[in-house]
T-cell receptor, first 111, second 115 residues
Framework: QKEVEQDPGPLSVPEGAIVSLNCTYS??????FMWYRQYSRKGPELLMYTYSSGNKEDGRFTAQVDKSSKYISLFIRDSQPSDSATYLC???????????FGGGTRVLVKP | GAVVSQHPSWVICKSGTSVKIECRSL??????MFWYRQFPKQSLMLMATSNEGSKATYEQGVEKDKFLINHASLTLSTLTVTSAHPEDSSFYICSARQEQNEKLFFGSGTQLSVL
């Protein structure tokens, strides 16, 4: 079993819909959680960063962390075709540790 | 967000030659940088952790003599693929950690094609 599980998709939604992404993990020591967006043949771009549990909102993006369930989510409201990309979750434990990535979910937003 | 610059963005080389890829943190200092390799439609595979002023830490199965890493300053790490072969063709991505918050910022990646 992988340390971080993420559905590979593809997840296809119509423009304007809410995109819902999630990751589950097994290591209870994880406390730093991040979501990245990666376009084809580009480096990942940091979208959301959360320390410990809770919700965080930034524009159309909302990140949620539920440490009791070992489950994190990313919601994209009013999705646009430009949101079509692969979304990667990542997490780490103590400061200085390397990040553990999910496998990524490919998202397609159709006009 | 912080900016990490990676060069070149693509390189084509002959088999047996060496290729150097640079990774710079432009607006913050990074004691730690990471080098990844990514195959098509797959996630990032960590190759090594680059520590300023000390030897890099390589992941299991990554040849340290093949992939030379130098992190001579707080803003620059380099990856040299030595005696490249076609099987080394891949997308290489660097990242730098912002230490005050553990955020990791990525370069734009380098597509290496070895003929």
């Amino acid at each position: 079993q992988k340390e971080v599980e993420q559905d590979p998709g593809p997840l296809s939604v119509p423009e304007g819909a809410i995109v819902s992404l999630n990751c589950t993990y097994s290591n209870s020591a994880f406390q730093y959680f991040m979501w990245y967006r990666q376009y084809s043949r580009k480096g990942p771009e940091l979208l959301m960063y959360t320390y410990s549990s809770g919700n965080k909102e930034d524009g159309r993006f909302t990140a949620q962390v539920d440490k009791s369930s070992k489950y994190i989510s990313l919601f994209i409201r009013d999705s646009q075709p430009s949101d079509s990309a692969t979304y990667l979750c990542a997490m780490s434990g103590a400061a200085g540790n390397k990040l553990t990535f999910g496998g990524g979910t490919r998202v397609l937003v159709k006009p | 967000g912080a900016v990490v610059s990676q060069h070149p963005s693509w390189v084509i080389c002959k088999s047996g030659t060496s290729v150097k890829i640079e990774c710079r943190s432009l607006d913050f200092q990074a004691t730690t940088m990471f080098w990844y390799r990514q195959f098509p439609k797959q996630s990032l595979m960590l190759m090594a952790t680059s520590n300023e002023g000390s030897k890099a830490t390589y992941e299991q199965g990554v040849e340290k003599d093949k992939f030379l890493i130098n992190h001579a300053s707080l803003t620059l790490s380099t990856l040299t693929v030595t005696s490249a072969h076609p099987e080394d063709s891949s997308f290489y991505i660097c990242s730098a950690r912002q230490e005050q918050n553990e955020k990791l910022f990525f370069g734009s990646g380098t597509q290496l094609s070895v003929l």
